[in-house]
């Protein structure tokens, strides 16, 4: 099994991680990581198992990917590590902090849940059905990611930003993306959250239908001393759609959190 392929740029005594969500890959990281380099950070961008150049790094499971980006930040051996997980990376990174598998010193949760909703839930079901149907249907990863990515970004989203996100899932191999929904239906770390004992950052997009704003808030009431922000005018992909408030609020975080050394 090879280790993750990834990204990395800057350098400091502080690795920022950054976890991509289900349908993306780590160049959806790219401007976010020049961002924090330039503050004095080491930013680090991975492909999880199964995404881009990780196809040999096993099976796109939730357990797989844990053990991947712990064994990565290990082999970073940096003196602190922040992580930010979007969407399905934010699962990654709950898990990470709730085994625990790695050191970690403070923690940004973007656009994501504690749970996958109710095991057999309406809202569950529905969101498995909708993602599956297409490719059922012999569409495949471009025609779904067409019919997906319009309801997940904000209404007045740049086209540019819609497009790059369609063309960041359309080359997600379909196994890879069965294999990680079906993995994810079964995550939950609600009970856990209480137990997270490093700065967190949570941040929601206004109009993000799947880890709605209230959402992310129940999360962020849950974790002792954690802050919680709204991007304006951004949906679920809030770091494509509004990358420079994205970016301002997650530097602002860990400058305050944990400044250059």
């Given at each position: 099994?090879?280790?993750?392929?990834?990204?990395?740029?800057?350098?400091?005594?502080?690795?920022?991680?950054?976890?991509?969500?289900?349908?993306?890959?780590?160049?959806?990281?790219?401007?976010?990581?020049?961002?924090?380099?330039?503050?004095?950070?080491?930013?680090?961008?991975?492909?999880?198992?199964?995404?881009?150049?990780?196809?040999?790094?096993?099976?796109?499971?939730?357990?797989?990917?844990?053990?991947?980006?712990?064994?990565?930040?290990?082999?970073?051996?940096?003196?602190?590590?922040?992580?930010?997980?979007?969407?399905?990376?934010?699962?990654?990174?709950?898990?990470?902090?709730?085994?625990?598998?790695?050191?970690?010193?403070?923690?940004?949760?973007?656009?994501?849940?504690?749970?996958?909703?109710?095991?057999?839930?309406?809202?569950?079901?529905?969101?498995?059905?909708?993602?599956?149907?297409?490719?059922?249907?012999?569409?495949?990863?471009?025609?779904?990611?067409?019919?997906?990515?319009?309801?997940?970004?904000?209404?007045?989203?740049?086209?540019?930003?819609?497009?790059?996100?369609?063309?960041?899932?359309?080359?997600?191999?379909?196994?890879?993306?069965?294999?990680?929904?079906?993995?994810?239906?079964?995550?939950?770390?609600?009970?856990?959250?209480?137990?997270i004992d490093v700065p967190t950052l949570l941040l929601a997009g206004e109009h993000d239908?799947?880890?709605?704003?209230?959402?992310?808030?129940?999360?962020?009431?849950?974790?002792?001393?954690?802050?919680?922000?709204?991007?304006?005018?951004?949906?679920?992909?809030?770091?494509?759609?509004?990358?420079?408030?994205?970016?301002?609020?997650?530097?602002?975080?860990?400058?305050s959190t944990l400044s250059p050394r």
């Amino acid at each position: 099994m090879k280790p993750l392929a990834a990204d990395v740029q800057g350098q400091g005594d502080t690795l920022v991680v950054f976890l991509h969500g289900i349908g993306g890959g780590r160049h959806i990281w790219t401007g976010s990581m020049q961002a924090v380099a330039r503050r004095g950070f080491k930013a680090a961008a991975v492909d999880l198992p199964g995404y881009g150049d990780s196809l040999d790094a096993g099976p796109a499971t939730l357990a797989n990917m844990t053990q991947q980006v712990a064994a990565f930040i290990d082999a970073q051996a940096a003196p602190r590590t922040v992580l930010v997980g979007h969407s399905m990376g934010g699962m990654v990174a709950q898990e990470l902090v709730a085994l625990p598998l790695c050191e970690v010193d403070a923690l940004v949760l973007a656009c994501t849940s504690a749970a996958f909703g109710k095991p057999g839930g309406d809202w569950q079901q529905a969101f498995v059905a909708e993602r599956l149907a297409p490719l059922d249907g012999g569409l495949g990863m471009a025609a779904m990611a067409a019919r997906l990515v319009p309801g997940m970004v904000s209404p007045n989203a740049p086209q540019r930003a819609s497009d790059f996100a369609q063309g960041v899932m359309a080359r997600v191999p379909e196994a890879t993306y069965r294999a990680a929904l079906q993995s994810i239906v079964a995550f939950d770390r609600r009970e856990a959250l209480a137990a997270i004992d490093v700065p967190t950052l949570l941040l929601a997009g206004e109009h993000d239908r799947t880890a709605p704003p209230a959402v992310m808030q129940r999360m962020a009431e849950r974790i002792t001393g954690s802050r919680f922000t709204v991007l304006r005018d951004a949906g679920h992909i809030a770091n494509v759609e509004q990358p420079q408030a994205f970016d301002a609020a997650l530097i602002e975080f860990i400058e305050s959190t944990l400044s250059p050394r």
